[in-house]
């Protein structure tokens, strides 16, 4: 007889239930080895569309498909376990109606089998969100500094430097959690007001560059490894792996010219 351990996904009533308790672990994941060795201490695995810069080498995530998306969701998904998957719904996928963003969504989720999409906006999106929720699809929303609209603020700004601006932050989150998403991920926004967003609304808000009272973090794997050549300024480096892997391709590429690198006798005796 064999004996199957199964383990339980984490759910969206899960991650929302945690408001005000456990701080929530999040990190992005865009492949398959990455997902596998996220899964075993991430809550939520994001499949952002930063893919596009980080993995793909794009200035900018607006040339992100939704191809793209469902391609890396879906190996996200069959090496993982245990985290709730969260795949972002790239720049037009989703804007221009909430009848586009059913259709489009719908088909991440069947196609991927992940448990929840992401986009970005807040009071604008307000009623996109009201319509995916009521029809069964989960969505983490994505407010503050929000890269698909870089371009309108001139850049990756740090939002909420001027006061004047919070009122209108604190209505897009507020917004997006009475419409019914489930969390929000808060993006470069000072911390002041991303403590005072946490305080208001009653989803778990998961921070970026924005606070560490939010009710969960999330971090760009590459950038938290040391991987990416420019990473924002708030990043916290966890390890130096660019040098590290400097290191070892360097000793290999030795090992090759110097005929040094070890035979099959030697490697599978
Ligand atoms: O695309 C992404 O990785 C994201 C996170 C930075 C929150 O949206």
């Known amino acids: ?77 069959r090496s993982s376990s245990r985290a709730l998957v969260v795949v972002d719904m790239p720049f037009g996928s989703y804007e221009e109606s909430p009848e586009q963003a059913f259709r489009n969504a719908a088909r991440v989720m069947r196609e991927t089998g992940c448990g929840a999409v992401k986009l970005e906006g807040g009071t604008r999106m307000a009623p996109t969100i009201r319509f995916l929720t009521e029809r069964g699809i989960p969505v983490m929303a994505h407010t503050g500094l929000t890269p698909q609209s870089s371009a309108t603020f001139g850049g990756f700004k740090t939002q909420g430097r001027d006061s004047d601006s919070w009122p209108a932050h604190e209505a897009d989150a507020q917004a997006v959690a009475e419409a019914g998403a489930f969390s929000v991920v808060l993006e470069g926004m000072v911390e002041p007001l991303a403590a005072r967003i946490t305080g208001q609304i009653a989803i778990p808000t998961i921070g970026i560059g924005a606070s560490a009272l939010c009710d969960g973090q999330i971090l760009v794997l590459e950038d938290m490894l040391g991987m990416t050549p420019r990473a924002p300024r708030f990043v916290r480096r966890y390890d130096d792996l660019a040098a590290r892997i400097d290191d070892a391709v360097g000793t290999y590429a030795e090992e090759v010219r110097a005929r040094t690198f070890p035979g099959p006798e030697n490697v599978y005796s």
């Open 1 to 77: 007889m064999s004996v199957h351990k199964t383990v339980r996904r984490i759910t969206v009533p899960q991650i929302a239930a945690r408001k005000g308790a456990v701080p929530i672990v999040a990190l992005t994941a865009y492949h398959a080895p990455a997902a596998a060795l996220v899964d075993a201490h991430a809550d939520v695995i994001l499949v952002g569309d930063s893919l596009g810069m980080v993995l793909y080498g794009f200035d900018s995530t607006l040339g992100v498909t939704l191809e793209m998306m469902i391609a890396h969701g879906a190996a996200v998904v």
